[in-house]
Structure formats: C-alpha cells, structure tokens
C-alpha cells in the first residue's frame, strides 16, 4: 500500500479503489489509530482492532528510519 504523511496525518491509498486515500491519525482522545474507511468504522472501532490501513502505517513506521519521518534522531 501507498503511504504518504504529511507530518500529522498519515494517508494510505484503497488496495481497491484507484485513487481514493484514507486519513490515518492518532487520536489522544481515544488514545488509538483512527481511520476513515468504513471497516475500521463500522467493524474495527467497537472491537478495539485496527483495519489494514492502520496496521499498514504501523508498519510503515516500525520499518522506516526516523530521519526520513521528519524526526530527530
């Protein structure tokens, strides 16, 4: 999946749909990722579980140097 981030929101683009991104934030209200699409919505919120959009960002920063995230090292 695609990722782009643009120092706040992450934003991860549908495997299904050609050209349509969903935002991918932390939410220190919820103290969680929160995603946009419809399964974290509607199915993945109530049970605490992350979609695929989420995990794929978590992911993204487990695996990507911190100097290239815009961070201090």
Known sequence: MKI???????????ARTSGVWY???FS???DRWV?????FR????PTGQ???HIEAVIEYLETTPTNE???KQ
């Open 4 to 14: 782009k981030h643009d120092g706040k929101v992450f934003r991860v683009q549908s």
């Open 35 to 39: 995603c946009t699409c419809a399964d």
């Open 28 to 30: 220190r209200m919820l």
């Open 50 to 52: 992350n979609c695929k």
């Open 42 to 45: 509607h199915r993945r919120l």
């Open 23 to 25: 935002p991918v934030e």
């Open 69 to 71: 995230l815009g961070r």
